[in-house]
């Protein structure tokens, strides 16, 4: 009997040591995973230019909100990059497609080519910094989500935002500014809703605050730097 419960002790043990031998591989693979996915993202974001890191992350209050990045980066130790490049996960190209059908009408380039043509040209005679702002981020959801969802090359949707990016630096003094109208903008939109409101003050708030944020890392432009930003962008 001893005998048994001695051959029972050694058969958990020998079971115990291989499970944690496995959820040591897997863990290792899972950090393997976890820097060759950095790795290539650094790489993406060491090709972008300061143009497109400035138009994505006028576009951060939607991008967060809908497929939040800040949370991934703070695990992966890693840059937002997806708050900064046009460039989204795989996974979130479908249901990307059907965010803009859905609110802008944009199902292909032409249309939200039109779309966002029409936004920016409105926008010099938006009524108060607030409808600004708010149109503002708009324009570059719009923009940069078409071309991260492959209706128009990315080079294309950052040509298209040049006088978005020209007014958002002539009116605006800093993100905090921007932030601030925006949600102005927002809350007496058509549509604005409380629920809708709330949760884009949350996020608002943790692009302002969060380390990793495109709004601490990339540096609001003054208007003298504006032709140095604009030269960094597309030909």
Known sequence: MFKLFKELIDSVKEGMAEGRAELAQEAAEREAKLQETGAALDARLAASSRFENFAVALAAVYRETFASDLREAEEARRSAVHLLCIGIPDKEIEP?????????????????????ATIAGDLPSQPNDGDLALWIGRASHLATGAAAVGHVEAHTALAW????????????SGWDDYA????????????????????????????????????????????????????????
């Open 96 to 116: 990307w497609k059907k965010l803009l059908d859905r609110d802008f009408s944009v199902t292909d380039g032409e249309s939200a080519e039109a779309t966002v």
């Open 161 to 172: 935002l040049v006088p978005v990016v020209e007014l958002a630096v002539e009116r605006f």
């Open 180 to 235: 601030r109208n925006f949600l102005a903008g927002e809350r007496d939109a058509p549509g604005s809703n409380f629920v809708g409101r709330k949760l884009l003050a949350s996020v608002t708030e943790k692009l302002l605050e969060n380390e990793r944020s495109p709004w601490k890392t990339v540096a609001w432009p003054t208007r003298d730097e504006l032709p140095a930003l604009l030269a960094s962008g597309p030909a």
